[in-house]
């Protein structure tokens, strides 16, 4: 798989933060995409997910767009291997 998993925000949403929290906590190494500061960025969101929602979370085709971490930990479940990459145990919640 190439490069880390991406994730798109944008300033002051505050799912954004509740997602970069969550990845923070759990040592997961992103690249974080601000679709506010780059429109190269919003550009790359709409082509891999179709919308400009923000939190999107994408690592090669697992693409999760507009979530909360309760949602992202749903989506992750099906995919053990985003979810040992990243770290995230199947028990994790919200702290």
Do not use: K
């Amino acid at each position: 798989m190439r490069g880390d998993p991406i994730l798109y925000v944008r300033r002051g949403c505050p799912w954004c933060r509740e997602a970069l929290a969550f990845f923070s906590s759990h040592g997961a190494s992103l690249e974080i995409r601000d679709v506010d500061q780059d429109h190269n960025h919003l550009q790359s969101l709409l082509e891999v997910s179709g919308q400009a929602q923000t939190p999107t979370f994408e690592c090669g085709d697992f693409i999760v767009s507009d979530f909360s971490v309760d949602e992202f930990l749903d989506e992750l479940q099906e995919r053990p291997d985003i979810q040992a990459q990243l770290g995230i145990a199947d028990d994790s919640h919200i702290a």
